[in-house]
Structure formats: C-alpha cells, structure tokens
C-alpha cells in the first residue's frame, strides 16, 4: 500500500510559480513510477508528468517548457516545479504511484497506469 499526499498548492497571478509536494509513505520503495495529474471543472483527468524509477521523465505538450517534476528519494518525495503559470493552468493537482518500478516514459501520462492516488491540491491562476 502506497499512502500519497500533495501539497504547495495556492493562488497565483499569471506568470507566476508554484512547487507541489507530494509525500508517500508506505512500501515506498515501490513507488518508483509516478506522475502528476489534474483535472479542471467538466474536464477529464489529465497526465502531465511522469518519472520513472531511473528518473527518466516525460510531460505533456501543455506544460513543455514551463513544468519540471523531480523526486528526492530520501525524502519519499515527488515534486512540480510550475513556473509561467496560466489561467488554463487552474485545476485540481494529484500525484499517482504505480506502486512498483518500471522503466520508460510510454505509459507514465495515462490514469489506467496508477493504482495509488492523492486527494489532490487546488492551483488558481488568475490573469
């Protein structure tokens, strides 16, 4: 079991930064994939970064660019770096574990590949 729970969360301006934190416990050792996601109001769940257990990482054309995920293993942490923030950047953020390791990019973006989430944390960027 993998227990995941996100913070950093805030209103911002536009142009502004945000780093989310997301801290797991629990067989974190087996948490070695894992991503960010969000999800706006009546839109679906979106992937937007994903790292592997070799910290290869991959991001969604959204957020090329502007978007950094990281982990510190020590700390069983995982982090966003958003920087350049939009309006359309507004949503509800969750990190996800797979809970076990895997190696490669091709399936970190898609919400069927995790098992484990957070509750999530609100970004608000206002222009």
């Known amino acids: 079991q993998v227990k995941l729970v996100e913070s950093g969360g805030g209103s911002v301006q536009a142009g502004g930064s945000l780093r989310l934190s997301c801290a797991a416990s629990g067989d974190t050792y087996s948490s070695s994939c894992m991503g960010w996601f969000r999800q706006a109001p009546g839109k679906e769940r979106e992937g937007i970064a994903g790292?592997?257990?070799?910290?290869?990482?991959t991001s969604a054309e959204s957020v090329k660019g502007r978007f950094t995920i990281s982990r510190d293993n020590a700390k069983n942490t995982l982090y966003l770096q958003m920087n350049s923030l939009k309006p359309e950047d507004t949503a509800l953020y969750f990190c996800?574990?797979?809970?076990?390791?895997?190696?490669?990019?091709?399936?970190?973006?898609?919400?069927?590949?995790?098992?484990?989430w957070g509750q999530g944390t609100q970004v608000t960027v206002s222009s």
């Open positions: 790292i592997d257990y070799v910290d290869e990482t």
């Open positions: 996800a574990s797979r809970g076990q390791r895997c190696r490669g990019t091709h399936s970190l973006l898609r919400t069927e590949y995790y098992n484990y």
